[in-house]
């Protein structure tokens, strides 16, 4: 081997070397510039098919009225302009919303709600105890209660009504007797009925 051929050689060796050392430390360390980082891209729906629009696209419509109308594409405004209906066709979020199509992907999307255990507090006219011991009662006890209730308050409009009628035959008797000692021709007082028949 000659010395050129040997310095080549080595030359060779020693860049592969020297380029596998610089290929593993690029690979392990990161710049500090470079931060793990997921960019959010804020995305808007289709007014007509409900898909997603990305920033950059998408067709915007501007109605005589200020409204605002976003479009995936030229096929979507061409049927929101001809007053097609999206719940008709099947490929728009309306119809499969209505269909029940993406139910597995919606059950994973919710969230259990956590339920709040409801306490008792006094309310006005109600102490905690009455409360409690109203919720410990029997059943039949609580019946017994309510009917005798009613039974208190038939009792009382029917005391009520009975007062009414005696107050009113009362006025009647009244009446009948001061009908009686008016004299034939005397015309009974009382508010005048109906217009006089003259000019306005």
């Not at 081997?1 to 060779?12: A, D, G, Q, S, Y």
């Not at 339920?115 to 905690?128: C, D, F, M, W």
Request: glycine share 6%; aromatic share 8%; charged share 40%.
């Amino acid at each position: 081997m000659t010395i050129i051929r040997r310095i080549e050689w080595e030359l060779e060796h020693y860049i592969a070397r020297g380029f596998r050392v610089w290929e593993q430390r690029r690979r392990t360390t990161r710049r500090p510039h470079q931060r793990l980082t997921t960019m959010v891209l804020k995305t808007e729906l289709c007014r007509f098919s409900g898909a997603k629009i990305y920033p950059g696209k998408g067709i915007r419509f501007i109605r005589s009225d200020s409204q605002v109308f976003l479009f995936a594409n030229s096929k979507c405004k061409r049927y929101f302009h001809n007053r097609l209906r999206p719940a008709k066709l099947t490929w728009t979020a309306v119809y499969r919303k209505q269909h029940k199509k993406d139910i597995a992907a919606e059950a994973v999307k919710k969230r259990r709600r956590t339920t709040k255990k409801p306490y008792s507090r006094s309310i006005v006219g109600a102490t905690l105890e009455v409360i409690q011991k109203r919720r410990t009662d029997k059943p039949e006890v609580r019946d017994a209660a309510r009917e005798a209730a009613l039974r208190e308050i038939k009792e009382r409009i029917k005391k009520t009504k009975d007062e009414k009628k005696a107050k009113k035959a009362e006025l009647m008797s009244k009446q009948k007797t001061s009908k009686g000692n008016v004299p034939k021709g005397a015309v009974p007082k009382g508010p005048k009925i109906g217009g006089g028949g003259g000019k306005r």
